[in-house]
C-alpha cells in the first residue's frame, strides 16, 4: 500500500468544498492529524511555525520553518498539489500566512489542538475573522474511513496481535509490571510501529484501574493481568488492543466469573455493529449483560472510541451517541469490570463497521488467556 493511496490528493479538494459549505474563508492546520491527513506530512510540533492554509479556494499551501523543508519536500504532501513555503528564523512567518489567503477572510477553522501561542498570534494577525474548530469540517471527511485507511487499520491489527502472541515470553510471576512493559514495548517496534503509544501492565488490584499504566509492583500467582497496548505504524495509523491473562495458577473463582460476563458482553457489542445501528446501541448491547449480573456500577467507561491517525477519535461509542453507524467507521469495542482493590479485566478489539456487518481487525482469541 503506497502513501498515494492513504494520502490521495483529492482530500484536499473534497476539504476545499467542505469549508465552504460549512461557511469558512479557510482551515488553517498546525502539525497533527488533520495536516496528516490532508498532506501525509507527520510535522514536527515546535515552537517554529508549521501550517497548512487551505483555502475554500485557490492552491493550498504549507508553511514550514527553513530547515524542515526538506522533510515536507520528502514527505507525501507534494504529491497532493500543495506548494511549500518556508521561512528562516529570525524571521516573522505570520505575513507568509496572509500572503497565503490572499485577502480578507471572515472565518477560519484553526486546528483542534493548535497551540495557543499560535491561536493568539493568528487572532492579531487576522483581527477581524472569526475562529472556529477546523473538526466542524474534518470529523465528517474522518470518519468515513476509505479502504486504504481501514488496511492501514488491519495492519496495524496483525502486528499488535503479534506482541499479544508473544505474551508468554515475558508475563510471568515475580517479575514487575514495568519490567514486563519494557519487553512489550520493544516488541511492539520489533513488530513493525515505529513509535509505542502506550502500555498498560496492570496486574491484581492494579488492573481496577483501567488507565493504571505500570508500576515496579511484582506480578503474584494466579493474579489477572490486563495488557493494553498499542503504537503507530509507518502508515500513521494505529493500533490499540487489550487481553486479559492469568499467570502461574489459577484466577480467582469470582474473577473467572465475571469475566465469563465479560466475554459474552464484548462479543455480543462485536455483534451488533452494522450500519444504521447507532453508537449507543453498541454499547448499550456491552451494557446489558454486565448490567444483569450485577456489574453494572464495575463498567466504568464508555465501550469504545474511533481510530486512525488518533488514537482516540470519532465516534465514540457511548451512550447518548445515537449517531447510526456506517461502513468505514472504525472504532473499539472494549468493555471491562473493574472490582476496587481486588482486580479486574478488559476486552478489546478494534472493528470497522462494513455494508453489511462488522469486521475484526484484531483476530487473537478473547477468552481468558492462561499462561
Known amino acids: 500500500m503506497g502513501f498515494d493511496e492513504l494520502y490521495p490528493p483529492e482530500r484536499l479538494a473534497a476539504a ?5 459549505v460549512a461557511g469558512m474563508d479557510a482551515l488553517l ?3 497533527g492529524s488533520d ?3 490532508l498532506t501525509g506530512y507527520d510535522a514536527h510540533a515546535g515552537e517554529r511555525l508549521t501550517l497548512l492554509v487551505l483555502p475554500a479556494e485557490g492552491e493550498p499551501t504549507l508553511i514550514v520553518p527553513t530547515l524542515e523543508r526538506p522533510a515536507a519536500e520528502a514527505s507525501p504532501a507534494p504529491a497532493t498539489g500543495v506548494r511549500i513555503v518556508d521561512h528562516p528564523d529570525g524571521t516573522d512567518p505570520y505575513p507568509l500566512v496572509t500572503a497565503a489567503l490572499g485577502g480578507p477572510v471572515g472565518a477560519v477553522g484553526l486546528a483542534d489542538r493548535m497551540w495557543a501561542e499560535q491561536v493568539l498570534a493568528l487572532r492579531a494577525v487576522l483581527p ?3 475562529q472556529r474548530l477546523a473538526s466542524a469540517v474534518l470529523r465528517e471527511l474522518r470518519i ?3 479502504a486504504a485507511e481501514v488496511e492501514a487499520l488491519a495492519e496495524a491489527g496483525a502486528a499488535i496481535d503479534a506482541v499479544h502472541a508473544r505474551m508468554g515470553e515475558w508475563l510471568r510471576p515475580g517479575r514487575t509490571e514495568a519490567a514486563v512493559a519494557t519487553d512489550i514495548a520493544a516488541a511492539i517496534r520489533a513488530a513493525g510501529h515505529v513509535t509505542v503509544d502506550f502500555v498498560i501492565v496492570a496486574a491484581g488490584p492494579n488492573a481496577a484501574s483501567p488507565h493504571h499504566g505500570t508500576s515496579d509492583r511484582p506480578i503474584g500467582a494466579g493474579e489477572p493481568v490486563v495488557v493494553d497496548i498499542g503504537g503507530t505504524m509507518p502508515s500513521g495509523y494505529r493500533s490499540d488492543c487489550t487481553r486479559t491473562y492469568s499467570t ?3 484466577a480467582p473463582a469470582e474473577f473467572v466469573d465475571y469475566y465469563a460476563v465479560l466475554h459474552e458482553a464484548q462479543r455480543a457489542a462485536v455483534a451488533a455493529v452494522r450500519p444504521g445501528v447507532s453508537a449507543a446501541a453498541v454499547d448499550a448491547a456491552a451494557r446489558e449483560p454486565i448490567t444483569a449480573a450485577g456489574y ?3 463498567f466504568l467507561h464508555r465501550t469504545g472510541h474511533g481510530i486512525g491517525l488518533d488514537g482516540h477519535e470519532e465516534p465514540y461509542v457511548v451512550a447518548g451517541n445515537d449517531r447510526p453507524l456506517a461502513a468505514g467507521m472504525t472504532f473499539s469495542v472494549e468493555p471491562g469490570i473493574y472490582l476496587a482493590g481486588r482486580h479486574g479485566a478488559r476486552i478489546e478489539d478494534i472493528v470497522v463497521c462494513t455494508t453489511d456487518g462488522v469486521r475484526r481487525l484484531n483476530t487473537t482469541p478473547t477468552e481468558l488467556i492462561a499462561l
Open 248 to 250: 502461574g495458577g489459577p
Open 128 to 130: 477581524d475573522a472569526r
Open 35 to 37: 495536516l496528516r491527513y
Open 144 to 146: 468515513h474511513k476509505s
Open 29 to 31: 492546520l498546525s502539525p
Open 16 to 20: 476545499q468544498r467542505a469549508v465552504a
Open 296 to 298: 453494572g456500577d464495575a
